[in-house]
């Protein structure tokens, strides 16, 4: 079947090269694309909310199964869009509709929704410009620190985690008075602080029944030891020590089990993944966030150690055989190390050219997948903050992480950083 990825990260790379070995793959078309998922399929200049061209070039190229990779098409509608029409209808589109993706879209709406099927979450309240006094006063009452979140999407940029109150007030007036976000800050969700290690959990759902894909530990900050800014992701390591059989049957029933079911008994359409943002509290696992996606750098980890075939596990959420689907994983250690252009998380320059990306590739157990890349005069140069997520087995996590960075010692450009101590608790 053909196929079309929507997305232009490192994610959307693994996506495709994950796909491409599938035999029930036909041509491959990406959607912006960038010069890694050029090797494996067609990259089509089309942005990723464009959705008139994305239909017509589904219409056109045969398109059967479409995945989108990042949150913004997502909620914006595509789903709806493809599905509405009869001319796409029969499409399977790998991505919840839009009212479902209110779940990464709408922080108030998944806590509500967490709330009325009592799966763990942080404790909260929200507050609009409305009832702006009374968040003063509960944000002065609040124990330390307190989380501030935009209600919706803001680039990543929409968490606060003040440690005084008066950060927290500043904060506050900033989202609602100020509108520092928009839209996506007319509402501002509060909650308590959650102690503990972040981890990440993905399924695939079709709405009704479910198969865990994979889970990974995400490495945010940008210095070494979890320092600095936050970021998309430097790195990730899976399988995390620490989730081992027990931990994983609480998150699944407490977590997965339920928000599934929840998903049913409310009547959303959710066909595809859901990305479980969990805080590991002393052994017990709380929901931060959903995400109607896939994650980045977590894709560049968990797509490598899944054994089964990608796209027949995404058409088994068309044909309703998805319960019957046998996961299979790589059990050895993998890592990824995410290479950023110096600066970054700030501002940082582009169009760097990129030397030895073939070398570090030909290495044995190694991927290279591109993240922020283009082309300029055919070869490759920096295009984002982050540039690429090399991927790495071995007999143990810091073996993994050590063939990731050897492979990355052959890869050069200017400003090039990447973190040397992912997985460092676990070695
Ligand atoms: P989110 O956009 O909801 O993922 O939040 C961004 C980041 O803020 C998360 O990845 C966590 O590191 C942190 N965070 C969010 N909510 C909480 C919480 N309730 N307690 C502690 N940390 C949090
Ligand atoms: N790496 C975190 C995310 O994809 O949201």
Redesign the pocket.
Known sequence: MNILIIGSGGREHALAWKMAQSHQSGDIYIAPGNPGTAQFGINVPIEVNDFISLKALSIEKNIELVVVGPEEPLVNGIFDFFNEDPATASINVIGPSAKAAQLEGS?AFSKHFMHRHQIPT?AYAEFTIENYEEGLAYISKHALPI?L?ADGLAA?K??I?ALTHQEALTSFKEMLQDKQFGKASSKVVI?????GI?VSVFALTDGHHYQIIGHAKDY?RIGEGDTGL?TGGMGCVSPVPFMDAVFMQKVEATIIAPTIKGIQEEGLIYKGFVFF?L?NCGGEPYV??YNCRLGDPETEVILPRLQTDLVSLLAATDNGTLEDVNIQYNDTAFATVMAVSGGYPGSYQKNIPITGIELAAALPQIHVFQAGTGFQENSIVTKGGRVLAVTSSGNNLKTAVMNAQNALSNIQFDGMYFRKDIGFEFS
């Open positions: 922080k942080a989380v979140k990543g929409g968490v985690i909650e308590q602080f959650l102690e972040e945010k936050n943002g805080m931060i966030e």
